[in-house]
């Protein structure tokens, strides 16, 4: 019926586009840093304390072993992930010109991989095999696994290598963490459905877990996932002038996503569960890095897990990729909630990416030093709201205090203060900001048309951007040739200029995502929408995991209301155990109700949960399964098919740097 396009669904989601990117040719066209951009990295080498080596004797400790050096393949041969893609980034190397120092140091940290002790024989972690870390807490009879990464194939090397080391020991409970694909996609290589369904082993997740996991990223899905594309540097070759890494970790495997739903849910903070013999005592953080998300105190071990809540950088309050804002107010009292709860006994934070930090004293630093981040840039943009200033004024003159600004943990390397801070406006004030010229601007093609006339031309426009390029005035002249890409997109001299611009910035960007978003668009300016393979996350789990009322929800989003016009009709939906619906279609959207029938339907459809899953993932059509018996119509049977004909599909490869 609804063929669903889910290549979307969370944080990461599926960010893993894990493409195949082809070598480069012999006359790349990418530029070397120039000194404009040379100036501002020393600068940013000298602010900061690169003397502390902290950090790296942390991401180093505990070493067990190695992560395996084979590359994971499917078994067609596609590529899930090489272990030795990121090899140029060397520990205790300089920063290449290419690529912001700071950066660097984190690329560097987060290619620390392989099998870690965090507390002697009780807490371990596969760092480095996706973008995600994998813990597994050993207790009484077996181990706990925490949040087992993107795909089967990752989580199932990182258990064998486990094992490998620590002994063979059943699998008494798997965590997720929260609902973010990296820390849920990879279950199956863990745990099986069997298993499960045993009680053998339980799942624990947060309250709302499952519904945000497949519902946060579906109806705005295509969307997400291209964009994700340039976020993640997906489309990017792995070298210093191209992705370097993610700033949460170096990138994203591309196997098989699955998702078996939680057994237990975890949904008041306080509450403790004893699991495998060690005591848990659980933090719920909602909407804080992820709708449904927790935190939790491992007593026996005096270790608090943060989840991604706190980790070695400024998180994002906004996904570059899109996504609902997240609010800094509450991650910052759920941050101080911990310490409140915690502080006073831990040994040692860890986190699902990134390294633990030791010692209650740096553990409670650690901690305050986050809380206090997020809390500031709460306050401090609604103090600069109340004095009359705008989105971009305030993001452009924030400041954080030196004592949070030095603190490694506290750099942009995935969020950035720009962007968060602009988040941050918008949730409170939304987009427009109060000066009515901007209030109904023209569209960007044309706006720009009349943008690069009123400058005399396009030619006039690129000799003035040609000079401020010369002076390294990198973001303006990405700004005004943006104007005359749209104004004239032909222009491939134009798009190139534009290309250099964002080359520098990528160069300069302290955060992973934005190096990748500047770089993806050069690339994409000088050669084109680069088509390249993706895998397919509309996985029969996820599939199977949405609700019928989600799945009606994403059919009003693929509706065209333009194709559908005056038309009206009604349909009931009978899925047997599984529930019946009405559906209407009228005045251009299409509205249902679970538990109902209207006696006035033009025709009733009779289909299995099952069977509409297949059609849902492709595997069969409405037609085929009408014609097989599989999906039986009573009444007008040309209503169904003229309901799934105003239904669009969406293009992946959207324009995004062009019009």
């Known amino acids: 019926m609804f063929r669903s396009h889910l290549s979307c669904?969370?944080?990461?989601?599926?960010?893993?586009?894990?493409?195949?990117?082809p070598a480069l040719a012999q006359d790349d066209p990418r530029k070397d840093a120039t000194d404009a951009t040379n100036q501002a990295n020393a600068a940013l080498l000298e602010y900061l304390p690169f003397d502390n080596t902290t950090d790296f004797e942390n991401a180093n400790r505990g070493l067990i072993a190695p992560l395996p050096s084979d590359v994971i393949q499917t078994e067609d041969g596609g590529l899930i992930w090489d272990p030795g893609k990121?090899?140029?980034?060397?520990?205790g190397s300089d920063a290449p010109a290419t690529v912001n120092p700071s950066l660097w140091r984190n690329s560097q940290l987060i290619n620390i991989s392989g099998l870690f002790e965090v507390v002697p024989d009780g807490i371990y972690q596969i760092r480095n095999l996706d973008l995600s870390n994998m813990t597994i807490i050993e207790g009484d009879e077996g181990v706990t696994v925490v949040d087992p990464l993107v795909s089967a194939e990752t989580a199932k090397?990182?258990?064998?290598?486990?094992?490998?080391?620590r002994g063979q020991k059943p699998v008494k409970a798997v965590i997720y963490t929260h609902s973010h694909v990296d820390h849920y996609g990879g279950v199956r290589g863990v745990v099986s459905d069997e298993d499960v369904a045993s009680g053998a082993t339980k799942i624990y997740a947060p309250e709302g877990f499952l519904e945000a996991a497949v519902a946060e990223n579906v109806f705005a899905g295509t969307a997400m996932s291209r964009r994700a594309s340039y976020m993640y540097g997906n489309l990017l070759p792995p070298d210093e002038k191209g992705q370097v890494g993610a700033g949460l970790g170096t990138t994203t495997s591309a196997g098989t996503v699955t998702l078996i739903p939680?057994?237990?849910?975890?949904?008041?903070?306080?509450?403790?569960?004893?699991?495998?013999?060690?005591?848990y005592e659980f933090l719920m953080a909602p909407g804080s890095e992820a709708p449904a998300e927790m935190l939790w105190y491992v007593e026996e071990y005096k270790a608090i897990e943060a989840a991604e809540d706190a980790t070695h950088t400024l998180h994002n309050t906004y996904s570059l990729r899109g996504a609902k804002i997240r609010e800094p107010l509450p991650w910052s009292k759920y941050l101080n909630q911990a310490l409140q709860m915690w502080g006073d006994d831990a040994e040692v934070i860890f986190a699902q990416h990134h390294?633990?930090?030791?010692?209650?004293?740096?553990v409670v630093e650690l901690l305050e030093k986050q809380r206090d981040l997020y809390r500031y840039i709460n306050d401090t943009t609604l103090n600069m709201v109340n004095k009359g200033m705008t989105m971009r004024e305030i993001a452009e003159d924030f400041k954080l205090p030196e004592s949070l600004d030095t603190f490694w943990a506290n750099?942009?390397?995935?969020?950035?203060?720009?962007?968060?801070?602009?988040?941050t406006y918008v949730l409170y004030l939304g987009w427009?900001?109060?000066?009515?010229?901007?209030?109904?601007?023209?569209?960007p093609a044309d706006g720009a048309a009349k943008f690069v006339e009123y400058m005399g031309g396009a030619d006039a426009v690129m000799e003035k951007a040609k000079a401020d390029y010369d002076a390294g005035n990198f973001r303006w002249v990405a700004e005004v040739m943006n104007k005359v890409v749209f104004a004239d997109p032909d222009n491939q001299e134009a798009k190139n200029l534009t290309a250099d611009a964002l080359e520098q910035l990528g160069y300069q960007a302290e955060s992973g995502p934005w190096r990748n978003f500047y770089l993806s668009g050069a690339q994409e300016l000088r050669k084109g929408v680069a088509q390249l393979p993706t895998p397919n996350t509309a996985s029969p789990d996820t599939i199977e995991a949405m609700s019928l009322d989600m799945i009606f929800d994403y059919a009003g989003v693929r509706l065209n209301s333009e194709k559908a016009g005056d038309a009206a009709m009604k349909l009931n939906f009978d899925f047997g155990n599984d529930g019946k619906y009405m559906v209407e279609l009228v005045n251009g959207v299409l509205n249902h109700t679970g538990g109902a029938q209207a006696e006035d339907a033009d025709a009733t459809i009779a289909l299995s949960r099952e069977e509409l899953n297949q059609i849902m993932l492709g595997q069969t059509n409405l037609a085929d399964a009408t014609s097989a018996g599989d999906v039986t119509v009573e009444g007008d049977k040309a209503k169904l098919q003229e309901l799934?004909?105003?239904?669009?599909?969406?293009?992946?490869?959207?324009?995004?740097?062009?019009?």
């Not at 990121?86 to 520990?91: A, R, S």
């Not at 939680?262 to 005591?279: C, L």
């Not at 390294?355 to 740096?362: A, C, H, I, K, L």
């Not at 900001?433 to 601007?441: I, R, Y």
């Open 9 to 21: 669904l969370s944080c990461a989601t599926l960010v893993a586009l894990g493409v195949t990117v």
């Open 86 to 91: 990121y090899g140029f980034v060397t520990e």
């Open 157 to 165: 090397v990182g258990m064998d290598l486990y094992f490998e080391h």
């Open 262 to 279: 939680p057994t237990d849910i975890i949904s008041e903070t306080g509450h403790k569960e004893v699991i495998d013999g060690r005591t």
């Open 355 to 362: 390294w633990p930090t030791w010692g209650n004293e740096n």
């Open 411 to 423: 750099r942009g390397y995935y969020g950035s203060i720009y962007h968060d801070v602009a988040a």
């Open 432 to 443: 427009f900001d109060g000066n009515p010229s901007t209030l109904h601007e023209l569209a």
């Open 644 to 659: 799934v004909s105003y239904l669009d599909s969406f293009e992946f490869w959207f324009n995004i740097v062009t019009p």
